[in-house]
């Protein structure tokens, strides 16, 4: 497969999703120069970006999709011909204490950054330029749009229902996208994940935290019941997907990524103890506001039009993270 554009646009490359992404297109493919704009809020670590930091194709940018100018700047200077926007604030619970931040970064950020390849990539009536025929913007969402789900899979046309400050923050920025689609003709698409896991997690997620608790042998805090469902995709598959959309995804569509590994977050932790082989407590605290029940994504199209499939095994995967932090972090 050939990569639709030569010098693509990372934002959030120092955080979790996107650096394993820089990473796995720095393996496959060659040629092509990565900038990854990222303002390192608590979530993005340089320690993410050491597989490829020395990369002759790569360059880190300190600074905020938030910040027009910089943005311009970016594009001008290196020809930007590719967008894949990860940067976020990411956590629910903090969306929920201070939800203004959600609104500047995920949603004010993506405006800007979409305003900024229109006017690069196109010409004042929005025709788009010879140079960029190929450019596409390309937005990471997540489940948590569709809200949540008792029985059955959201397909990509169900309606958005999203219930905490982030994926109200997701969700606007899915509307943006659409409408910059349609109103400016620009070439859009979105990939709508469930939760990811793999290496380079801030330790606030799930998967770290349960790993660090059993670690330390402190109560993990479990919200309500513990009976909540979520779906788990291994990060490379993720990484896999977001490639195989951006360049063979129709422009203004949206593909649901997940891999039916369903499970509650209970059993989760108890697989997780299985693999440490450590026992693990469990500190039941007050349930989160507007925590959603159950996540679930139909995939049918993703598979039928692009012919994606998740290669990784759950268990195995998570084995397999596992024991790499256990030799690498020696925890
Ligand atoms: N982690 C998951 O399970 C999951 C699931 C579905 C969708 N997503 C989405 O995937 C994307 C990446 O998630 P993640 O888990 O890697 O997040 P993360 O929190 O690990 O990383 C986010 C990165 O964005 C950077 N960032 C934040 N605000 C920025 C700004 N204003 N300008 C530039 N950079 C900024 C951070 O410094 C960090 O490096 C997000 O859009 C998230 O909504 C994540």
Redesign the pocket.
Known sequence: MKFRCNNLLV?????????NFIEYIFKKYKNINIYN?????????VN?TLMFKDNKNYKFIK????DTELIHDIFNQHKIDGVI???????VDNSIVNPNIFI???VK?VLELMKVACRFWMDKNFNYKNEFLNSRFHQ?????IYGSINFGSFKENHQYRPNSP?SAS?ASADMLVRSFNITYGLNTSIS??????GK???NE?FIPKIIECIRSKSEIPVYGDGKNVRDWVFVND?CRAIDLIFNNGKSGEQYNVGANNEITNLDLIKIISEIMSLDFKIGFVEDRRGHDLRYSLDTTKIKSKLNWYPINDFRTSLEKYINNLIDHEGI
């Open positions: 934002t959030g490359g120092s955080g979790f999703i996107g650096s704009l990222d303002n390192l809020t608590y979530a993005g670590d993410n600074g905020s999709i938030c926007n990860f940067a976020a604030e990411s956590h500047e970064t995920n950020g990471i969402s997540t489940d948590e982030y997701k709508v994940s469930s939760n990811n896991f380079n997690q801030n997620k993720n």
